[in-house]
Structures are given as structure tokens and as C-alpha cells.
């Protein structure tokens, strides 16, 4: 059984910073490319961010380009999201994903998640 767990959210102020992380067990962290979503309040979950198997492929949603990095720590077979110049707008729950399509940013394509951590940015 696949297991997806996320830490690392709370509440920051904006311009802030905050990192998440996604536990993985080896097998999943070998086996599937993954990807971070989020769901705000009355919204539909919207695609963050995704990394290749291998760590060497990565791309992001535009509204979070050049302010979020997502980078693999093999060491801890743990996806991370480094959240930086945090914006009320980011506010939302983060679910962490795995699934076999690299890149894709259809919450569809991917068939293991995370229970979700929340991220409270305030202004």
C-alpha cells in the first residue's frame, strides 16, 4: 500500500516562507513521479508543481514559478516544497501525489495522495 505524508505547513505572514515535506516509502519514491496540488476553501484542487522520478525534471503552475521549488532528498526518500515570498493567495490545504505520468498537472493522472497539510498565509 502506497502511503503519502505531509508535514511542514502552518500559518506565515505574507512574504514569508515555508517548506513541506512528503514522506515516501523507497519503493514509492523510485517508482512514481510525483507532484504537490492544493485546494482553497470553495476552489478545485490546482496542480503546484511536479518532479520526475528521477529528480531531474521539474516544472510548476505559473502562479508559482520563480516562488516555489520542489526537489527530491533521496537520503529520506521524501518529496520537498520550498515555499518562498508566500502570498495570502497561496492560502490552501497541500496534498502531496504520486502517479506514473511525470510533469502532468491533471490531479487525474495521479493515483496515490497525501491526507493534506494546511498552509495559512495571512496579510
Known amino acids: 500500500q502506497v502511503q503519502l505524508v505531509e508535514s511542514g505547513g502552518g500559518s506565515v505572514q505574507a512574504g514569508g516562507s515555508l517548506r513541506l515535506s512528503c514522506a515516501a516509502s523507497r519503493r514509492t519514491f523510485i517508482s512514481y513521479a510525483m507532484a504537490w496540488f492544493r485546494q482553497a476553501p470553495g476552489k478545485e484542487r490546482e496542480f503546484v508543481g511536479g518532479?520526475?522520478?528521477?529528480?531531474?525534471?521539474?516544472n510548476y503552475a505559473d502562479s508559482v514559478k520563480g516562488r516555489f521549488i520542489i526537489s527530491n532528498d533521496n537520503a529520506k526518500n521524501t518529496v520537498l516544497l520550498q515555499m518562498d515570498s508566500l502570498k495570502p493567495e497561496d492560502t490552501a490545504v497541500y496534498y502531496c501525489a504520486a502517479g506514473y505520468f511525470s510533469g502532468s498537472s491533471s490531479s487525474a493522472q495521479y493515483v496515490y495522495w497525501g491526507q493534506g497539510t494546511q498552509v495559512t498565509v495571512s496579510s
Open positions: 518532479i520526475s522520478r528521477s529528480g531531474g525534471s521539474t
